[in-house]
């Protein structure tokens, strides 16, 4: 089949590949890139397990093909760390408040957490439940999800917090 070029930038770093039309973003991430945090969990783009943040937005990288991403800016789980290697406030929280257990809904929820605190950085319970509904979880009934994205809202308010005390 024919090939087209796309170009795009993924965690910081710039990737130039040729993709056949209807190969999905997914596979493109996961197959190609190597980039396999995010998951697939189903077909009919309900899970949000391969969720990814393209452009400053959430996406279901299922739903959408690799081509259509040309020249986007892309963050999956991978780039979710700090530079330093240290966990992102979000991770950290996901590991405290116990927000995971077989972890395969983990980079989407926590790639959509990412987005939804900059969009929302002090998100009530029941903005943070509306704001993760793309994300299906069959682990943990969401509640310590909850409290782990309250947990990184609260890590990441804190400068705001003691610049505000000062
Ligand atoms: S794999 Fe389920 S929404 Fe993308
Ligand atoms: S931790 Fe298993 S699906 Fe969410």
């Known amino acids: 089949m ?5 170009t795009l930038t993924v965690n ?3 990737v130039q590949r040729f993709v056949e039309p209807r190969t999905l973003l997914i596979h493109f ?5 190597n980039i396999t945090g ?14 990814v943040e393209m452009n400053g937005m959430s996406v279901k990288s299922c739903t959408v093909f690799a081509a259509q991403a040309n020249g986007a800016e892309m963050t999956t789980i991978e780039g979710m760390a700090n530079p330093d290697g240290t966990l992102s406030a979000l991770q950290e929280g996901f590991r405290q ?5 077989c972890g395969f809904c983990t980079p989407g929820m926590i790639t959509r957490a990412h ?4 969009e929302n950085p002090n998100p009530s319970e029941e903005e943070i439940r509306m704001g993760i509904a793309g994300n299906l979880c069959r682990c943990t009934g969401y509640q310590n999800i909850v409290k782990a994205i309250q947990y990184a809202a609260e890590q990441l308010n804190q400068p705001e917090t003691q610049e505000a005390a000062e």
């Open 2 to 6: 024919e090939q087209i070029p796309v």
């Open 12 to 14: 910081g770093k710039k």
């Open 29 to 33: 991430l996961r197959e190609e890139l």
């Open 38 to 51: 995010p998951h697939i969990g189903c077909e009919t783009s309900h899970c949000g397990a391969c969720t």
């Open 97 to 101: 408040m116990h927000g995971l257990q």
């Open 115 to 118: 987005t939804l605190l900059k």
